[in-house]
């Protein structure tokens, strides 16, 4: 066993569509260190969204086994499946998921409620983590009243407000303009270089994936290259 973060052995996902299985993922082995920074890739179709899920606890392998900090989690049930998430994955999505009617500082301390931590530790860790995004004069908007890359930001943050292990981007930058795209990915960058953030993102924009010090491409369901980017 390994000191990964993330560590998959031989892992499998069928879906059955009507008399036709579909293997969407055909036996991948994937070991993610802590504070590494990793793009998935890959045309449609290869696999990454179903990977994306997996790793986030959102479905369960066909077969094969999947570590997440050392534990288990390919046979765990659905309701272990959520505590896990809860406790150790942050999603960023590219629809940003945030209540219209709620403030920036309210949607980044919703995780926190259901968690059932107390109102003034609540405010105290959702100001900590928009600062950390560089929303600290933008708390009190509503998503409305935000442009597109700050919405992303307010994602991020509710995304770090738990202090997860990993960060796990789908697409985050998917509904952005190419000059908000690499805003949002500086943020990304600066909190895997300076607050040690361990994040996966699945990215079909190979320059957005270039912003990641890995990039791992799948095809057909394997994983089909695992390259580092040469440090600047």
Not at 191 to 201: A, D, S, Y
Request: glycine share 6%; charged share 25%; proline share 3%.
């Amino acid at each position: 066993m390994t000191d990964a973060l993330i560590r998959t052995h031989d892992l499998t996902r069928d879906y059955q569509m009507g008399a036709e299985v579909v293997r969407a993922l055909r036996g991948v082995d994937l070991q993610i260190h802590r504070n590494e920074y990793v793009a998935v890739m890959g045309p449609s179709g290869s696999g990454k969204s179903t990977l994306m899920n997996l790793v986030g606890c959102l479905d369960t392998p066909t077969s094969g086994q999947y570590w997440l900090n050392g534990v288990e989690v390919s046979q765990m049930s659905d309701d272990e499946l959520a505590r896990v998430r809860n406790r150790e994955i942050g999603f960023v999505f590219q629809t940003f998921n945030l209540l219209p009617r709620a403030t920036a500082l309210h949607n980044v301390e919703l995780p926190l409620i259901y968690a059932g931590v107390r109102a003034k530790e609540r405010r105290e860790r959702a100001e900590e983590a928009l600062a950390s995004v560089g929303l600290a004069d933008r708390m009190d908007h509503r998503p409305s009243e935000l442009s597109g890359g700050q919405r992303q930001r307010v994602a991020i943050a509710r995304a770090l407000v738990t202090r997860p292990s990993i960060i796990l981007a789908d697409e985050p930058t998917g509904n952005l303009d190419s000059t908000t795209s690499e805003e949002i990915m500086k943020v990304l960058a600066e909190l895997h270089r300076h607050h040690r953030q361990t994040i996966v993102m699945v990215t079909h924009e190979h320059d957005i994936a270039a912003h990641a010090e890995r990039i791992v491409t799948l095809h057909d369901g394997m994983i089909s290259s695992d390259t580092r980017r040469a440090a600047a």
